[in-house]
């Protein structure tokens, strides 16, 4: 099995160096092999809604920077868990990157889902599992709900956890995961 | 809490220069409102663009000035303190913009993001309290789904200490701006139209007292059949990918599979 790490190097607090080696020691206990992408500043451009990556080049972005990597070792995972630093109760900036990036792995088709929403098929027939870890100092409870919910509401299989200064709590939350490649709608 | 968030933000993550000088706010009797497009997209005209075109025309008889801010335009060009220098003198902000994974598209982050460390590291002593207003569209129909995207803006407004009034969600924005002048659109434009009132007299009325209720969300989509929006939707991609000499087929390809 194998695991891919991504955060942002532009918010390494205390809290970020915990979260980052408990998921190594987790990982590592389990025998899972764990590669870890930071993104730093000016280091990924954000996506210009081109959809260059539906109509051009399907599946892949057209802009050439590390999100060819990523995205290729991402859709070659097991898991990839995201360690988020929340601001405005959404993902930092350039974590954003990545997540808008990541629109290669979809179709541009839409289908209308069971709750009354739309939402774009799948393009692959399975993907890894997802799980976002926030963190932030002093994060309201307001904020920790908005990011639940953006990432919650509207997609599947995306787990959301949070920092709370407990390396036991947030082993214990990552044991009760799954950390297998599931199909089906996104 | 929130003070703790902003400490953050300020010892680690501030890309604004020192203080800059302090000059003093403008002379100015009425309000200022500026008008921030933040779709990314660089050769097509925006969703986000025209809107801010349209409330520039809806508000040109007003008693208040109106100015406008493309963030891609700013980031790549011009000075960023100097932007966000003249948003400090402002009195109002509607953010425009496109809906990207259910939240803001990263440009728009970033450009918040700093402009909050900007905040922090300017604090002059007496500040006018500034409203905020946010307005998203998005591709998909229901406007539902920019629900979380206004409440990100209300928490940005929370770290700078402004008022967040309230936001215009729009389901189905490329045909509200498309078709933006056949006749079943009508409608759609007399809502927003009483949307654009609303932040009118809103920002006129001055700072909103504590026993006022807060302003509502508007939520807008075009009036048109939701199964045949997004026929129209998936032939287009098919159609556009044609003129780029791909197949049909050829849009579902699977490059990272192994
Ligand atoms: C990376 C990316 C993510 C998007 N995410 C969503 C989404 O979550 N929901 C949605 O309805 N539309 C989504 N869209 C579609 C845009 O919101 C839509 O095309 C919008 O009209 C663009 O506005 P603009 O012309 O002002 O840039 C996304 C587009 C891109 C490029």
């Known amino acids: 099995m194998k695991a891919l790490l991504l955060s942002d190097a532009e918010f390494k607090n205390d809290g970020y160096n915990e979260v980052t080696s408990v998921l190594y020691s987790f990982f590592e206990g389990k025998n ?74 979809m179709l541009p088709f839409f289908e209308l889902r069971k709750d009354g929403m739309t939402m ?17 100092k002093g994060l309201s409870d307001q904020d920790e709900q908005l990011f639940t919910d953006i990432n919650k509401k509207h997609r599947k299989n995306v787990e959301v956890l949070f920092w709370k200064d407990s390396k036991e709590k947030l082993y214990k939350e990552l044991g009760s995961l799954s950390l297998s490649r599931k199909g089906g709608e996104l | 809490m929130t003070e703790k968030m902003e400490e953050e933000v300020r010892s680690e993550n501030c890309k604004i ?113 500034k409203k905020v207003y946010a307005v998203v ?16 803006i209300k928490s940005f407004s929370e770290k700078i200490q402004a008022e967040f009034g309230f936001g215009i969600s729009l389901g189905a924005g490329p045909m509200i701006y498309g078709a933006k002048d056949a006749p079943f659109m009508k409608k759609v434009f007399h809502n927003i139209e009483e949307a654009l009132t609303m932040i009118k007299e809103d920002i006129l009325a001055g700072e909103r007292k504590p026993e006022q209720q807060t302003l509502k969300n508007v939520y807008l989509t075009a009036n048109f059949p939701r199964k045949l929006y997004l026929s129209f939707g998936s032939k287009g991609w098919i159609k556009t990918a044609k003129a780029n000499q791909l197949e049909k087929g050829e849009l579902y390809k699977r490059p990272y599979s192994k």
Not at chain 2, 79 to 102: N, S
Not at chain 2, 137 to 152: L, Y
């Open chain 2, 137 to 152: 569209n998005c591709g998909f129909p229901e406007p539902e789904n920019n629900e979380e995207a206004i409440h990100v």
């Open chain 2, 17 to 129: 220069g020192p203080k800059g000088d302090s000059e003093s706010s403008m002379n100015k009797d009425s309000s200022h409102v500026i008008l921030i497009d933040a779709s990314p997209k660089v050769s097509e005209k925006s969703v986000s663009e025209w809107f801010s075109d349209y409330c520039r025309d809806y508000w040109k008889n007003e008693s208040f000035t109106v100015e406008q801010i493309n963030v891609r335009k700013s980031i790549k060009n011009a000075d960023l303190t100097e932007v966000y220098k003249r948003m400090e003198k402002a009195d109002a902000y509607v953010i425009i913009f496109p809906l990207y994974f259910f939240c803001m598209p990263g440009i728009l982050t970033r450009f918040l993001q700093d402009y909050v460390c900007f905040f922090l590291e300017h604090s002059e002593p007496v500040r006018q309290k």
């Open chain 1, 32 to 105: 899972i092999k764990l590669d870890h992408i930071e993104t730093a500043t000016n280091e990924l451009a954000y996506c210009t809604g081109c959809f260059g990556c539906w109509i051009k080049k399907p599946g892949e972005c057209v802009m050439q920077d590390k999100i060819a990597q990523i995205n290729q070792m991402s859709m070659n995972s097991d898991v990839v868990v995201y360690i988020v630093p929340i601001v405005f109760g959404q993902f930092s900036a350039n974590m954003k990157n990545v997540i808008d990036r990541w629109l290669p792995n």
């Open chain 1, 120 to 136: 774009h098929p799948p393009r692959y027939s399975d993907y890894p599992s997802h799980i976002m870890i926030g963190y932030a």
